[in-house]
């Protein structure tokens, strides 16, 4: 993963990405019957190795901390005394201070004990790419990642009339399948090194379903679409210039559940062959948790308010590196901000139409 | 160690402190023979088992990352395929975003690989203080800690009329001895546990040497007297409260080699009892480069223009932090620019009477 591609999936810091991202918090909770579940049946360690739990792409951790105290508890329930850490890893530079504080319960008021008290646990941050291996060879017991894998290693090509490869042309949407699938070889080649015997992965990613649903494309209306549109309408009234207005391309593909099944369905695969078997595989729908609030209150300006700044805690990079970086900061914001602005204007005018439900292909992976 | 003490050590980010801190680089340069010689000794680890290597108080991890290397090669010339962690930890705050893009060579031009490209090592960040236990039990091999050990847990107290413990009154001085006695008990008792049997720690801490030397007080002007009187200026100006004048006491305590060596001398301490042995203890004063640079090129405004930020590096935010939090921030940052710049216009002054010798207790110590 090139350094400077890195750069630009910067997320916003100090608990903003956790506080917005509701939804993301709920994939997480449902996924973590399942993690309980396989922790239960999973070999008892030698004495002397932790059981080694990582989160790879784990933001500020803030999402994920609940099932981690499940994750614990589950693991305490089997071996009481068996030491335990976690490792949260993501690009060099995302929040690492926001992580830990949250775990040691120094970021707003909780009644929980800091997950970072628990007896024997030590918590580690990693800046190694998932692209990448992370931790030595055979220590890894249990690999958990949710809405983390779609952002690809690299971008191979910008998207000329679009943002997304959803809406890319067929030769731009080819290369961007290209670059996913290998980019999926390598994490779970990683990820197969870094797994003991017994050790699992369960991965929540984004995904295009059976029914062609993906993130904020489950009705008529297509998120991507309108992220596509107000970003057209800046090139049209002269706000942004044809380079910048091409060079807003997403760094992510979402992979059909048959692509994330096609390593492990062929035993002649390096997959296959480096000891990964598939346990379990199934899609999920989450509800938009702010179109279905709009549903009760139905206040279209407290929706549009709620749900605007959630879709730009993500991908507010993206188009900000697309502008010009000789223009003025200032100059940059304001495009910046009159774009969500003329979303949210949209939203507000339309409310019944705007919904962002996560479409994810849950996987739960073995290494024999 | 509480939160909110903990806040107030924080350091200026993006590289600032170890750019500042030549001379810190300088001490880790001189300890690093000592800690190629000890690994080269150590027993070969059970397979399976990294090389645990841990950098206590590791700031942006800059100064010590030379060392690293060596410390690094020094273990693949005895086991060349061992696989090696390195855990850089630091309070919540740090910037472990520097860090991490400092070891993978992201950060400014440099010949060398980045240490993190080294195959099989594996780099992480914990923002767990080492005053509680940051590893696993008896998973550490070599731990390591520069120049951060004097920070201790909490202020007994603040020191009426002076900013460090060396200028305190005898009471005052007494109570942050207590406290540094038994921080230092925890500090070794948390790496005791830490530590693999045969494992070793080389730390370099601050001291007061035995000619009661210590840090800036090497010659007849000390640079903690320089902090108070400048303090009281600003004092006598009006320029700050009585309680903002207080309010200015470094949360630290220099210790002699013989409250290092305490512990260890005494079989039936706790320290001893939980097998750490103490091998080598010495001290070392290591010139200020920029008090030798000036001896040469003799330009008292160059080397004030650089003393001074190094100063400010480690110092500014006690005195940030004692000022009222309910003055504007405009006015704070006005005060605390004086306050440096007073200090510069000084050492401009009188140049041939300032200088910061770093005056370190070095000790080895093993756990049987």
Known sequence: MSATDGQKIAMRGAGYYSANTVGA???????????????????????????????????????SMD?????????????PHRAI?????????NDFSTLFRLSQGLLGPSTDMPLADTPALYIFGSGTSFYRQVLPDNSLSFGFSATAMHWISKRPCMIADHVQAVGASNAER???????????????LARARELRSGGRLALANFCIDEEGHYL????????????????RDLLRAGRISETEYVN???????????EFAAPFRDPASSVSQAGLRLEKMFTMVTPCPYAEAFRTHRNAQDFARAYVPTLRSWSETVFANALDS?????????????????????V????????????HCVTQIVKL
């Open 25 to 63: 918090k709920y994939v997480i909770d449902k996924v973590a019957d399942l993690v309980v579940d396989a922790v239960a049946r999973m070999p008892r360690l030698a004495n002397g190795h932790p059981f080694a739990i990582a989160d790879f792409g784990a933001a500020d951790g803030g999402t």
């Open 85 to 93: 850490s976690i490792t949260y890893t993501d690009l060099p530079h």
């Open 67 to 79: 099932m981690m105290r499940r994750l614990v508890g589950a693991v305490r329930e089997t071996e």
């Open 216 to 231: 904020g494309h489950t009705t008529a209306v297509d998120m991507f679409d309108c992220f596509a549109r107000h970003w």
């Open 348 to 359: 507000a005018r339309a409310p019944d139409e705007h919904r962002m439900d996560y479409v």
């Open 248 to 258: 807003a391309t997403f760094q992510q593909f979402y992979k059909t559940p048959q």
């Open 326 to 346: 000789s223009r003025p900061a200032n100059e940059r914001s304001a495009i910046i901000d009159d774009f969500y602005n003329a979303y949210e204007a949209d």
């Open 174 to 188: 080819e290369q961007f399948r290209t670059q996913a699938l290998r980019d999926w070889e390598t994490i779970l």
